[in-house]
C-alpha cells in the first residue's frame, strides 16, 4: 500500500520560512517524479514545484526564487523548502507521485497522494 506523509506545515509570519517533508512508503520511490500541489480555501488546486527521478525540478512562478524543492531517494522523502513567505501561500499543501513521464504541472498526472500539511502565513 502506497502511503505519501506530509509533515511540517505551521502558522508563520508573513517572511518566515518553512520546511514541509513528505515520507513516502510502499513504492519504489526513485523511480517516480514527485510534486507539490497546494489549495487554498475556495480555490482550485495548483502546482506548486516537482522534481524528476533524475533530480530535475519546475516551480510554479508564485514561488519561483523563494523555494526548493529537493529529494533523498534512500530517505524516501521529498522536501519543499519555503522562504519568504506570503500570506497568499496560505494553503493546505499536498505532496503527490507519478511515473506518468509528462504533464507534471496537472494534478491529474500524478498517481499517489498525501493527505496535505496546513500552511497559514499571518500578515
Known amino acids: 500500500q502506497v502511503q505519501l506523509g506530509e509533515s511540517g506545515g505551521g502558522l508563520v509570519q508573513a517572511g518566515g520560512s518553512l520546511r514541509l517533508s513528505c515520507a513516502a512508503s510502499?513504492?519504489?520511490?526513485?523511480?517516480?517524479?514527485m510534486g507539490w500541489f497546494r489549495q487554498a480555501p475556495g480555490k482550485e488546486r495548483e502546482f506548486v514545484a516537482r522534481?524528476?527521478?533524475?533530480?530535475?525540478?519546475d516551480y510554479a512562478d508564485s514561488v519561483k526564487g523563494r523555494s526548493t524543492i529537493s529529494r533523498d531517494n534512500a530517505e524516501r522523502t521529498v522536501w519543499l523548502q519555503m522562504n519568504n513567505l506570503k500570506p497568499e501561500d496560505t494553503a493546505v499543501y499536498y505532496c503527490?507521485?507519478?511515473?506518468?513521464?509528462?504533464?507534471?504541472?496537472?494534478?491529474?498526472?500524478?498517481?499517489?497522494w498525501g493527505q496535505g500539511t496546513q500552511v497559514t502565513v499571518s500578515s
Open positions: 510502499g513504492l519504489t520511490f526513485s523511480t517516480y517524479t
Open positions: 503527490a507521485a507519478t511515473t506518468r513521464p509528462a504533464g507534471w504541472t496537472n494534478g491529474q498526472t500524478y498517481h499517489y
Open positions: 522534481v524528476s527521478r533524475y533530480g530535475t525540478t
